[in-house]
Nanobody, 123 residues
Framework: QVQLAESGGGLVQPGGSLRLSCASS????????MAWFRQAPGKEREFVGR???????YYGDSVKGRFTISRGSAANTVYLQMLNMKPEDTAVYYCAQARNPFGGSNQNDYDYWGQGIQVTVSS
């Protein structure tokens, strides 16, 4: 069973930045699409973005231009760099891994999930 572990969450002021990390227990995870989703209280889980292969990325409209997904030098790590953060970015962020190279923007496209990490944007 593949395990994913998120780290790097916390409290940040509006306009600030934060970087989340996701480590997969599968050393060949760079072969598979990985994604970030988030869920705010009382709302449905929302697609943040995904990475396909080494550098191809897709983002949800609400984070486009502010968030960047990348793979680390360790093949089993993915990062979510968040800039110019807003209070509406407050949510639990989840890392997800597909069993195929492409993934998608729906939760059902992913087979493995991390436990989630809290990100709060507040002054």
């Amino acid at each position: 069973q593949v395990q994913l572990a998120e780290s790097g969450g916390g409290l940040v002021q509006p306009g600030g930045s934060l970087r989340l990390s996701c480590a997969s227990s599968e050393r060949t995870s760079s072969r598979f699409a990985m994604a970030w989703f988030r869920q705010a209280p009382g709302k449905e889980r929302e697609f943040v973005g995904r990475i396909v292969g080494a550098v191809v990325t897709y983002y949800g409209d609400s984070v486009k231009g502010r968030f960047t997904i990348s793979r680390g030098s360790a093949a089993n790590t993915v990062y979510l760099q968040m800039l110019n953060m807003k209070p509406e970015d407050t949510a639990v962020y989840y890392c997800a891994q597909a069993r195929n190279p492409f993934g998608g923007s729906n939760q059902n496209d992913y087979d493995y999930w991390g436990q989630g990490i809290q990100v709060t944007v507040s002054s």
